[in-house]
């Protein structure tokens, strides 16, 4: 992409600490680390000028380097808790590119949490932005209509069923529901460094990369690593 030449920088966040699955990033998906499926995908993606890791943890950064990702500073201990916000950790990012000199037009935030992300799906995204004029985009998938917000039950203080959001006529047909979306990780988003630099999420207006719901598989819990095992063993066997 690039705004006059600007550097669209895609950046891989791996801490070491997670704790619902012990060093994730690393644990072991289809005969390689989790971080191999997203480093493959964001070195692949023509859409990208340079791809960095973010890590506080010397294995994966050595992981990390063996992959090809660049591993050219430290994520601080401070920006590594659980607690820590997505932002800092891409303000931090952002710093230290211009702390080197590198004109950053966007950031791509890639979390290898995503192993079945696609580098067509980073380069159509990082597209939809510039086509847009958008200051972000987020990957989403569509919610299934019985989940649709007007679709939610909720329980009465009585313990009866009642609807969620009552705003409006009751939605029974599914032709007639509002399309809506969830983030879906999110795989992928896309900031200009206008919105990291004021330290935002997303900038407005907002735009959404749909993804599949296959492709949005998501890795939190150890049931995830087995699924996306299964899938992208069968990706490579086709």
């Known amino acids: 992409?690039?705004?006059?030449?600007?550097?669209?920088?895609?950046?891989?966040?791996?801490?070491?600490?997670?704790?619902?699955?012990?060093?994730?990033?690393?644990?072991a998906v289809a005969g390689r680390p989790l971080l191999a499926w997203t480093a493959d995908a964001a070195l692949a993606a023509a859409s990208l000028d340079r791809v960095l890791l973010?890590?506080?943890?010397?294995?994966?950064?050595?992981?990390?380097?063996?992959?090809?990702?660049a591993v050219t500073f430290r994520r601080p201990p401070a920006l590594a808790a659980d607690d820590t916000p997505m932002?800092?950790?891409?303000?931090?990012?952002?710093?230290?590119?211009?702390?080197?000199g590198i004109?950053?037009?966007?950031?791509?935030?890639?979390?290898?949490?995503s192993p079945l992300r696609?580098?067509?799906?980073?380069?159509?995204?990082?597209?939809?932005?510039?086509?847009?004029?958008?200051e972000s985009v987020v990957s989403v998938v569509a919610v299934p209509h019985q989940y649709n917000p007007v679709s939610i039950l909720?329980?009465?203080?009585?313990?009866?069923?009642?609807?969620?959001?009552?705003?409006?006529?009751?939605?029974?047909r599914r032709q007639d529901k509002p399309e809506v979306y969830a983030r879906n990780g999110p795989a992928i988003v896309v900031n200009r460094a206008a919105v990291v630099a004021r330290g935002d999420a997303y900038g407005e207006p907002l735009a959404g990369y749909v993804m599949s719901?296959?492709?949005?598989?998501?890795?939190?819990?150890?049931?995830?690593?087995v699924l996306v095992d299964l899938l992208l063993r069968d990706r490579l066997a086709s």
């Open 103 to 113: 004109d950053v037009g966007a950031i791509v935030l890639l979390q290898p949490t």
């Open 54 to 69: 973010s890590t506080d943890d010397d294995e994966i950064a050595a992981v990390g380097e063996d992959l090809g990702l």
């Open 87 to 100: 932002t800092a950790v891409t303000s931090h990012a952002l710093e230290w590119c211009r702390s080197e």
């Open 1 to 27: 992409m690039g705004d006059r030449g600007a550097e669209t920088i895609g950046l891989v966040p791996a801490r070491g600490g997670s704790k619902g699955i012990p060093r994730k990033c690393i644990a």
């Open 154 to 172: 909720q329980r009465s203080g009585a313990g009866f069923l009642e609807r969620w959001n009552d705003d409006g006529p009751l939605v029974t």
């Open 213 to 225: 719901q296959l492709d949005s598989l998501d890795v939190d819990g150890p049931d995830d690593l």
């Open 118 to 134: 696609r580098p067509e799906h980073i380069d159509e995204a990082v597209a939809l932005l510039a086509d847009t004029g958008a």
